[in-house]
T-cell receptor
Framework: GESVGLHLPTLSVQEGDNSIINCAYS??????FIWYKQESGKGPQFIID?????DKRQGQRVTVLLNKTVKHLSLQIAATQPGDSAVYFC??????????FGSGTRLLVRP | NAGVTQTPKFRVLKTGQSMTLLCAQD?????MYWYRQDPGMGLRLIHY???????AKGEVPDGYNVSRLKKQNFLLGLESAAPSQTSVYFC??????????????FGPGTRLTVL
C-alpha cells in the first residue's frame, strides 16, 4: 500500500458529515493558493484554488476559505463520502515558478 | 488528452546503477517540475524547467540531472543511484502564467527502490 504520509495528522469523520481541513501558510506575500487531493498510489489532483483578492470560493461540495490576517487556509467538504478519503495538501505560490506545499492531512471517512 | 504521463511506473535499481525517468505532457505547458515524495516529508522539488532548453535546481537537486530538449518532455536522470534516492517521484506541469498564479498538474508517479 501507499507509504506516503505515515505520520500525517489525521481527520476522521462520519460519512455524510462535513469535513474541515486546515492549513497555515508561511509567506504573507503569497497571492495564490491551491488545495490538492492525493489518493493512495496516485499523484496529487487539483481540487480548488483561490487568489488573495478573495476570501471564499466554492466548488462542487468544496469551499475554500482564506484568512490573510492570520495566514490560514481551510478546505470544507460538504456531505463527506467514502471517496473523499485521501491526503489533502495546501500549496501557496512561493515565487513566480514554484509552489510551496504543506505536509498534508489525512482524511478518513467512517461508514 | 492524456495530461501528464510518467514512465516507468515502478523500478528497482541496485546501488550505483543509472536510470532515466521520462515525463510527458500534452497540454502545451511551458513549465515542468520533478518532485520526490517521502513518508512524512511532503513534496520536495528536485529540478524544474520554465521552457524548452532551460532547467533550474530546486530544493533537493543533488544526485539528479534533468533535460528539457522538447517542450513536451522532461527527463530526470540518476547517474549513480543510492538507497537514499528510494522514493516516489512525481512530475508536474503548468501553463506558466505571469505572476505565479498557476496550477500544477501532476502525473501518476514512479515508485523507485534502490537496493
Amino acid at each position: 500500500g501507499e507509504s506516503v504520509g505515515l505520520h500525517l495528522p489525521t481527520l476522521s469523520v462520519q460519512e455524510g458529515d462535513n469535513s474541515i481541513i486546515n492549513c497555515a501558510y508561511s509567506n504573507s506575500a503569497s497571492d495564490y493558493f491551491i488545495w490538492y487531493k492525493q489518493e493512495s498510489g496516485k499523484g496529487p489532483q487539483f481540487i480548488i484554488d483561490i487568489r488573495s483578492n478573495m476570501d471564499k470560493r466554492q466548488g462542487q461540495r468544496v469551499t475554500v476559505l482564506l484568512n490573510k490576517t492570520v495566514k490560514h487556509l481551510s478546505l470544507q467538504i460538504a456531505a463527506t463520502q467514502p471517496g473523499d478519503s485521501a491526503v489533502y495538501f495546501c500549496a501557496e505560490n512561493g515565487s513566480s515558478y514554484k509552489l510551496i506545499f504543506g505536509s498534508g492531512t489525512r482524511l478518513l471517512v467512517r461508514p | 488528452n492524456a495530461g501528464v504521463t510518467q514512465t516507468p511506473k515502478f523500478r528497482v535499481l541496485k546501488t550505483g546503477q543509472s536510470m532515466t525517468l521520462l515525463c510527458a505532457q500534452d497540454m502545451n505547458h511551458e513549465y515542468m517540475y520533478w518532485y520526490r515524495q517521502d513518508p512524512g516529508m511532503g513534496l520536495r522539488l528536485i529540478h524544474y524547467s520554465v521552457g524548452e532548453g532551460t532547467t533550474a535546481k530546486g530544493e533537493v537537486p543533488d544526485g539528479y540531472n534533468v533535460s528539457r530538449l522538447k517542450k513536451q518532455n522532461f527527463l530526470l536522470g540518476l547517474e549513480s543511484a543510492a538507497p537514499s534516492q528510494t522514493s516516489v517521484y512525481f512530475c508536474a506541469s503548468a501553463r506558466g502564467l505571469a505572476g505565479g498564479t498557476d496550477t500544477q498538474y501532476f502525473g501518476p508517479g514512479t515508485r523507485l527502490t534502490v537496493l
